[in-house]
């Protein structure tokens, strides 16, 4: 098993495939330090009781501290640290997360206006390496052009104040730097249903404008579009969309993120991960090519 400071030295620099400065997130932060909070008080030896004994606490916040119903503050962490006799290289990190975790992402003022469950995924997305999507009605966010999104966003809000709909395109355009900076850019594979690219979305104009917008975006080279074409028939993952998305240091475990009209989902569950994997596997093996996928995009431009 490896160390502490072995599993949080990938945490400081970008080099290695590790995080950089510029994509650490708020949530992400927090997700990792809960995680190892548990990790060590495994390794102590020493029940949630026990250890909350020591620190001058008690057992419900060191229980909503190690789920992530509440963010501890450097002081808690420091606290906690010393009763698991970690010090060093490893107690600064993890000391660093903690002030890093109670941090507001640019997200944030924006909340009021997202889905219960999405501004946590954002949070994750925001220091995500991978991200492998399913869609089988409309472009993924990453993907889509403003005033595609804009539909969108308008068709689907059941209560629609143009302000709101407004910041949650603002929210869509934002988070596209996460594909197209300069700078460790984050992979997107995004298996597309037919169906995508023949619905015609905002008129004529936006929808072609749309189309031809994933054409020059498969051309970066850390996107892959793939499209599932109507003869391949029925399939793994008819039930819904799904995003599966994955982290730069081996010690984060990867998340599977569902979307639903009013709220959204954060899985971790292994079999949860493991099973997704798999209908994204089966999924690839009906896709067209990305070649054959770009053919597909132009001919749907040309028809529209």
Same mark, same amino acid.
Request: proline content about 6%; overall charge neutral.
């Given at each position: 098993m490896l160390s502490v400071t072995a599993r949080l030295s990938g945490l400081k620099t970008s080099e290695g495939g590790c995080v950089s400065a510029a994509r650490r997130s708020p949530t992400a932060r927090h997700r990792r330090l809960i995680a190892e909070l548990r990790r060590l008080r495994a390794a102590s030896g020493k029940s949630r009781q026990e250890v909350a004994a020591l620190v001058g606490t008690?057992?419900?916040? %060191?229980? &909503? #501290?190690? @789920?992530?119903?509440? &963010?501890?503050t450097p002081a808690d962490v420091a606290a906690l640290l010393e009763v698991y006799g970690l010090a060093g290289e490893a107690r600064g990190t993890?000391?660093? !997360?903690?002030?890093?975790?109670?941090?507001?992402?640019?997200? #944030? &003022?924006?909340? #009021? @206006? %997202?889905?219960p469950g999405f501004d946590s995924y954002i949070g994750l997305?925001?220091?995500?390496?991978?991200?492998?999507?399913?869609? =089988?009605?409309?472009? =993924?966010?990453?993907?889509?052009?403003?005033a595609y999104a804009r539909a969108v966003i308008g068709a689907t809000a059941t209560d629609p104040a143009p302000s709101e709909i407004e910041e949650q395109v603002a929210v869509r355009m934002s988070r596209q730097d996460l594909v197209t900076r300069p700078d460790d850019p984050i992979r997107l594979?995004?298996?597309?249903?037919?169906?995508?690219? &023949?619905r015609r979305v905002g008129g004529?104009? @936006? !929808?072609?404008?749309?189309?031809? #917008?994933? %054409?020059? !975006?498969?051309?970066?080279?850390?996107?892959?579009?793939?499209?599932? =074409?109507f003869a391949a028939g029925a399939h793994c993952a008819m039930d819904g969309p799904f995003c599966l998305l994955e982290f730069p240091d081996p010690g984060d475990p990867g998340v599977v993120y569902l979307e639903q009209a009013a709220s959204g989902m954060v899985l971790e569950e292994p079999e949860e991960l493991r099973r997704y994997a798999l209908m994204f596997a089966g999924l690839l093996a009906r896709? %067209?090519? =990305?070649?054959?996928t770009v053919v597909l995009i132009a001919s749907a431009a040309q028809d529209g």
């Open positions: 008690t057992d419900i916040t %060191l229980w &909503r #501290h190690e @789920t992530g119903l509440s &963010r501890p993890l000391l660093e !997360m903690a002030r890093e975790a109670r941090k507001r992402g640019w997200w #944030h &003022r924006y909340r #009021h @206006t %997202l889905k997305e925001a220091e995500g390496s991978v991200l492998r999507t399913y869609q =089988p009605q409309v472009v =993924p966010g990453l993907l889509q052009t403003e594979v995004a298996v597309l249903d037919e169906a995508v690219f &023949r004529p104009g @936006t !929808m072609r404008g749309q189309l031809f #917008h994933l %054409l020059e !975006m498969s051309d970066l080279r850390n996107v892959e579009i793939r499209a599932v =074409p896709a %067209l090519s =990305p070649d054959e």
